[in-house]
């Protein structure tokens, strides 16, 4: 005698599930299963979805913005403190105290934020790696210019050839390496950004299957019934819709924010750290020019190396000035540029005197236009750094409100759509049991 084989757990739910459906009761239960499944599930796929986009945004304002912001300054710093030790080593054996601690401070500044970036970097990312170039060539950089200072101080030649080795390891080694954090930092940024508003196609289409099933339950009901409103769809569609337009709204003012802080904020501040750094190494070149003497060539040999160096180093500014005043936004942005503009200018036209009197073998009269405290090229130096360290700071500023704006609009809905989604799911079923009590 043959046994029959025993039926499977789904064989037997799928039958039962085809009887149910051949009764309205049966109907009904079906339909309330599926409506509080899809309201469920809309509001589990929107928490999980926007809660990627929040976290991505929180990331643009909290990690990447402020880590490619310290990267700009740990670039800066390092211009900055080989454009300090050239100009200390022009002034003399004994360098002003106020440009020596400039020096320190920027250096100090610059290990500093190479800790900070280490302690929030992963070792596997090429970051890591620039934050170990940088933290081993700082070290002997430094040790150059004390070198070139104990030698400066006792009026040994040497000094200027130690001076000289400094700022190529600087031109050469560390200034590119602090631009390649920086640009692979910008690059984290921006992919935060890229996925902060990216849309969440998924959850808007979940909450239009939703919400279309809702509304057709609530004809089907008036069809069949000629009530006009069923309070727990009514509440459940509400629910739905609610949660739908926050998202789409919240989301769209999300993408809105984050875009203007990107090209608002952040293209605005690439720029100008650009330019701030183009113009401390032509200080920084400008200086070595009179310190070298003539001693160092291009390869063609046919050209003083810092003069050069100077000169393009100028037209970068010079662009990259035009650039960000194009970028500016309203008075308080393009002010700034403009006073480093007029900076530019007039730094030029000193220095080109300068080069003339140095040229006719006055190096007195030549170090005083450089570096003296009246009408030199240093008090247009410091014009310029001025404007731009304002300019910096507004535009971090426009970059900050516009990314906090955009991650507000992403606050509160994962959590905002999952309670108001099993709400909805609650309403459906009540909804539907209320229907469903006419037959009993």
């Known amino acids: 005698m043959t046994v029959p084989a025993q039926r499977g757990v789904v064989a037997v739910a799928a039958e039962r599930l085809r009887t149910a459906a051949t009764t309205e009761p049966g109907r009904l239960q079906i339909i309330g299963a599926v409506l509080a499944l899809l309201v469920v599930a809309f509001g589990a796929v929107t928490a999980l979805e926007v809660s990627g986009r929040a976290s991505a945004a929180d990331d643009v304002v909290s990690r990447s913005q402020p880590l490619s912001a310290d990267a700009a300054s740990i670039y800066r710093s390092l211009a900055d ?45 090429p970051s890591w790696d620039e934050i170990t170039t940088l933290n081993k060539l700082l ?84 069809r069949r019934t000629n009530r006009v409103f069923n309070h727990g769809l009514l509440a459940a569609t509400a629910a739905a819709t609610v949660v739908l337009l926050w998202l789409a709204v919240g989301h769209t003012v999300a993408r809105a924010e984050l875009r203007a802080a990107m090209t608002q904020g952040q293209e605005s501040l690439d720029v100008l750290n650009k330019a701030r750094i183009n113009s401390l190494k032509a200080r920084a070149n400008e200086n070595l020019t009179l310190v070298a003497r003539g001693a160092v060539l291009t390869a063609d040999g046919t050209q003083d190396k810092y003069e050069t160096d100077y000169s393009t180093g100028m ?74 360290r304002q300019a ?14 955009g991650r507000g609009a992403l606050g509160g809905l994962p959590i905002g759509a999952a309670v108001l989604a099993v709400l909805g799911a609650v309403a459906a079923i009540v909804g539907v049991n209320r229907r469903l009590s006419e037959y009993r």
């Open 139 to 222: 070290p002997e950089y430094t040790g150059l210019i004390e070198r070139a200072r104990a030698n400066n101080r006792q009026g040994l030649p040497l000094g200027g050839a130690y001076l000289r080795y400094a700022n190529q390891k600087m031109t050469n080694e560390l200034l590119p390496a602090a631009e390649r954090l920086y640009a692979a930092e910008t690059g984290r940024l921006g992919n935060d950004s890229t996925e902060a508003r990216q849309w969440p196609f998924l959850s808007l289409a979940a909450g239009i299957v939703a919400l279309a099933a809702l509304v057709w339950m609530q004809r089907r009901n008036y």
């Open 392 to 405: 910096l700071a507004h535009e971090q500023g426009e970059f900050t409100a516009a990314a906090s704006d």
């Open 315 to 388: 037209k970068s500014l010079g662009a990259q000035l035009e650039s960000a005043g194009r970028l500016a936004d309203g008075t308080p942005g393009s002010e700034p540029v403009a006073k480093a503009v007029s900076g530019v200018s007039e730094w030029q036209d000193r220095h080109k005197k300068a080069r003339t009197t140095d040229d006719q073998g006055d190096y007195e009269g030549a170090l005083e236009q450089i570096i003296g405290p009246k009408g030199s090229t240093g008090e247009s130096f410091e014009q310029v750094d001025s404007a731009l």
């Open 81 to 125: 403190a080989d454009t300090m030790a050239a100009s200390g080593f022009l002034a003399g054996a004994q360098e002003p105290a106020d440009v020596h601690e400039q020096y320190e401070e920027d250096i100090r500044e610059a290990s500093g934020l190479l800790v900070k970036a280490a302690a929030h970097t992963d070792a596997s990312s």
